[in-house]
């Protein structure tokens, strides 16, 4: 069977920084890939090449078997259909309640009467955790652990085939990470989306990922099983698991 | 030698800067302003952009058409600034005053909120969110914007005038002692719908174009944090006002022109 996400060879320059340098990667179908790597090895940028946001220069984005770059209009609308992406910051719209926000993919993406998408809504929020009462707030109002809650209330809506996950703990106390990592694997389980999670918290990675990638100044150096992460046999790997200042990855300190 | 490379430098980048904004222009026409349309959204950003602006073009209006009456008087002599005063005044606030300080005035205050609230959901990553839950931010923000800019601002152009002349009105007759009654029969003799009045509404449409379009291309192009949405802000109504100011004289010599 042909892989839910496979990328080949996938390259994007801005200017004369080359940030994908052939990135290469492969997720079944159902299963949770964490790509780890440092700050500015082109985790986002990877992502966001996937989805079309980002037009990447050359090679091959499939999903399903299905070639997606340069996908336009009615065709790249139904292509993101299948997609939910948890934000870093949340990224929700802060002119729009909270479940205006969970509901916003049905509403507008997909045309859903108001009163049944806010049903789901509410069935939503209940899942992450969060009141009936927190939908009518706005998202000012709520903590960066509520607003994570909703951006993954919200990513999950409309079911998607395929869940994003942007580095989904940053900035979370340890305890709340973990919260919101149960989550992340309860709601997939449940809808047996396949994801992409990108993260530089080790705890997390362990935890939601049944494969972990490691990417290295827009490459895959290494992918294999969670199980494995431990005995990679890669001196990178060894050293960003460790979080050890000596190794092979040398930090620019300096913007050069 | 470096002084010349500066110089072309400063050419080039012009040049790049000008292609975006027409391929920017060309995705909000195309993309933007075709359906599926988000009518709650052109409805709130037509209260914004129009009905909040209104204070801020009427008093625009009422001012600068009391100050035209005092200048024009001043420069008529007795015998001809009864007819003098109304006619320049009206003339002058219907094809020029009005839509341009309008358009200047509604690219301070709304072009510059569109590009820093655009600018903020850019950064805080929520223009890419709109994409992963299916919706076009073309479509849900930069096409309302651009509607309600280009059927409001005709609109409160057409509001000032009113205001603008009843302005020259009001000083002419309370501090100048000229006539209300031939004041206004002057005013509507001399003023023509065509030639005065829809000539301006034009110019304001394409204004309102103009202060969406920029604030709406900024705000997309800002980039990092606080600091990248102030300079969008600025940039967005530094360029619209720049653009009205050019687009009117063009509109002037293609509506007025010797042909």
């Not at chain 1, 992502?47 to 050359?58: E, F, H, N, R, V």
């Not at chain 1, 046999?233 to 698991?241: E, K, P, R, S, T």
């Not at chain 2, 933007?32 to 073009?57: D, E, H, K, N």
């Not at chain 2, 839509?99 to 510059?112: C, F, I, N, S, T």
């Amino acid at each position: 069977m042909a892989p839910h996400i496979e990328l080949k060879d996938v390259r994007k320059s801005f200017g004369t920084k080359h940030v994908l340098n052939g990135l290469s990667l492969s997720v079944e179908k159902g299963k949770s890939l964490v790509v780890i790597g440092g700050s500015g090895t082109g985790k986002s940028v990877m992502l966001k090449c996937i989805l079309g946001i980002l037009q990447p220069d050359s090679g091959s984005i499939k999903i399903a078997g299905e070639e997606v770059t340069g996908l336009k209009g009615e065709a790249r609308d139904q292509f993101l259909r299948r997609f939910g992406m948890l934000f870093q910051g949340g990224a929700l719209f802060d002119s729009l309640s909270v479940w205006e926000n969970v509901a916003f993919g049905l509403t507008q993406g997909r045309r859903t009467p108001k009163g049944q998408a806010r049903e789901i809504a509410m069935e939503k929020l209940g899942l992450v955790g969060l009141s009936a009462d927190v939908g009518k707030l706005y998202p000012a109002e709520l903590s960066g652990g509520m607003q994570k809650r909703v951006g993954l209330a919200r990513a999950i809506a409309a079911d998607p085939e395929i869940i994003f996950f942007d580095e989904p703990t940053t900035g979370l106390d340890p305890i709340m990470a973990d919260v919101i990592n149960n989550l992340i694997v309860d709601c997939v389980k449940r809808l047996g989306a396949t994801t992409i999670s990108i993260t530089h918290d080790m705890a997390s990675a362990r935890k939601i990922a049944d494969q972990i990638a490691m990417i290295y100044k827009g490459e895959i150096i290494w992918q294999g099983d969670a199980k494995m992460i431990d005995r990679s046999g890669n001196a990178y790997v060894d050293q960003f698991i460790l979080g050890r200042a000596e190794g092979p990855i040398k930090m620019d300190v300096l913007k050069g | 030698m470096n002084f010349v490379a500066a110089i072309g430098r400063l050419f080039l980048l012009f040049c790049a800067e000008v292609g975006r904004i027409a391929i920017f222009m060309k995705d909000a026409l195309i993309v933007g302003l075709m359906p599926r349309y988000y009518w709650g959204q052109i409805a709130s950003q037509f209260f914004r952009i129009g009905y909040t602006s209104l204070p801020v073009v009427a008093l625009t209006a009422f001012f600068t058409g009391g100050a035209l009456a005092l200048q024009i008087y001043t420069g008529s002599s007795a015998a001809t600034a009864g007819q003098l005063v109304p006619s320049i005044v009206a003339i002058g606030i219907t094809r020029e005053l009005g839509p341009v300080l309008a358009g200047l005035m509604v690219a301070g205050r709304v072009g510059a909120s569109i590009a820093a609230e655009l600018g903020t959901m850019k950064v805080t990553e929520q223009t890419d969110a709109l994409v992963t839950l299916s919706t076009n931010p073309l479509k849900y923000l930069v096409g309302p914007r651009i509607l309600a800019a280009v059927i409001s601002m005709p609109l409160l152009v057409a509001i000032g005038d009113a205001i603008g002349i009843m302005g020259g009105y009001v000083v002419s007759t309370r501090s100048l002692d000229l006539n209300g009654f031939s004041y206004i029969k002057t005013t509507a003799d001399k003023l023509h719908f065509f030639d005065d009045i829809s000539s301006g509404l034009i110019k304001a449409a394409v204004f309102g174009f103009i202060i969406a379009l920029m604030g709406c291309y900024h705000g997309f192009n800002s980039k990092g944090g606080a600091q990248g949405v102030g300079r969008a802000t600025t940039n967005a109504v530094v360029f619209s006002a720049i653009m009205i100011l050019a687009s009117n004289f063009v509109l002037t010599s293609l509506l007025f022109g010797k042909h």
